[in-house]
């Protein structure tokens, strides 16, 4: 007899779910005020409605999507004001961050922020939009940890999650990866010098400039997707 392939976990259906839901959020393939219904997503994922409605309560509680109930889901619209109440919120988590490691007696120091240090200032850069956004998002992660407090590394990379959908639009410019690289070893020297004011204000405008850039960058691309569908 042949044996039948094993059946996937219902959790490990409700992540695969998630995560081609987000990319599609992610890409515009699903677009801001969309609305669908769990039948939709589950027949076109060849899964049942299940772990595409445990998918969907995940994204919701991230603030992806809305539930309408009896109307089914519906892609969460843009509200740059949120987006930027969180981009503020980071700015004050990482300034902290480099307070606490300023701080720091320097090889202290040094060592936490070594592997950072082995990327950003002494590798061949990367060009790779992809790639490069989720370095940058290690970048600032690793920041907030290494600073010691892991209630404030928690809250940041929550809101690290939630501002991924634009952030990682700051990418897809070659001008903006190298300004990525430029300012990351301006921020690691400066802490390593522990020229604390030098490096929260290259940090603060760092994060400000992409702020700006991802809200451009996010209109044009709305504009366009939403182009392609009335041709």
């Not at 209109?219 to 182009?227: F, K, N, P, T, V």
Request: glycine share 2%.
């Amino acid at each position: 007899m042949r044996a039948h392939p094993p059946k996937a976990r219902p959790e490990a259906l409700a992540e695969r779910v998630y995560q081609a839901l987000k990319a599609d959020i992610f890409a515009f393939r699903l677009m801001p005020g969309d609305r669908f219904s769990e039948s939709e997503i589950a027949a076109r994922m060849a899964v049942s409605r299940t772990p595409v409605r445990q998918a969907l309560f995940r994204l919701e509680r991230e603030g992806f999507v809305d539930v309408w109930f009896r109307s089914g889901w519906q892609i969460k619209t843009f509200d740059f004001a949120w987006f930027e109440s969180l981009y503020d919120l980071r700015t004050v988590l990482e300034c902290e961050a480099v307070k606490r490691l300023c701080a720091l007696p320097a090889p202290q120091c040094a060592a936490l922020l070594e592997a950072l240090n082995q990327f950003w200032c002494e590798s061949e850069a990367l060009t790779d939009g992809l790639v490069v956004s989720q370095h940058d998002e290690a970048f600032h992660m690793t920041l907030v940890a290494a600073a010691g407090n892991p209630e404030m590394a928690r809250i940041h990379a929550e809101l690290t999650e939630k501002i991924r959908i634009i952030r990682r639009l700051d990418f897809t410019r070659d001008d903006r990866i190298c300004a990525t690289y430029q300012e990351h070893a301006q921020i690691l020297q400066a802490i390593f010098q522990q020229q604390r004011a030098t490096a929260q204000q290259i940090l603060t405008d760092h994060i400000a400039v992409s702020k700006a850039e991802v809200r451009k960058i996010t209109l044009h691309r709305l504009q366009q997707a939403r182009l392609q569908l009335t041709e």
